[in-house]
């Protein structure tokens, strides 16, 4: 069984950076890719980032390039976002997600994902 644990959220004013951690337990971390999804009240989860196993692919949500920057460090078991430039439309919950594979088409589906964390609260004010 694969825990996910998120970290590092909070309270931020717009232009600043966060950098949240996902910690991984129970099973070798590269055996799996990663990703972040962020959730608001009343809206279906929305997809951030991905990266691979070893953590040279990545990819993006459209509007989130430039600013969002996802990498792993599979000896710490611990994936990353870090976060720049924060806008009150960030505001939302956001939560980690692991999967033993994926495609181009799946990568941004939550349903891909069969373990994900709690989620941490990430909060932008104007």
């Known amino acids: 069984q694969v825990q996910l644990v998120e970290s590092g959220g909070g309270l931020v004013q717009a232009g600043g950076s966060l950098r949240l951690s996902c910690r991984v337990s129970?099973?070798?971390?590269?055996?799996?890719?990663g990703a972040w999804f962020r959730q608001t009240a009343g809206k279906e989860r929305e997809f951030v980032s991905f990266?691979?196993?070893?953590?040279?692919?990545?990819y993006y949500a459209d509007s989130l390039k430039g600013r969002f920057t996802v990498s792993r460090d599979n000896l710490k078991n611990t994936m990353y976002l870090q976060m720049n430039f924060l806008e009150p439309e960030d505001t939302a919950r956001y939560y980690c997600?692991?999967?033993?594979?994926?495609?181009?088409?799946?990568?941004?589906?939550?349903?891909?994902?069969?373990?994900w964390g709690q989620g941490t609260q990430v909060t932008v004010s104007s």
């Open positions: 997600a692991a999967a033993s594979t994926s495609t181009s088409q799946t990568r941004e589906v939550p349903n891909n994902y069969p373990y």
């Open positions: 990266v691979s196993w070893g953590g040279k692919s990545t």
């Open positions: 129970g099973r070798t971390f590269s055996d799996y890719v």
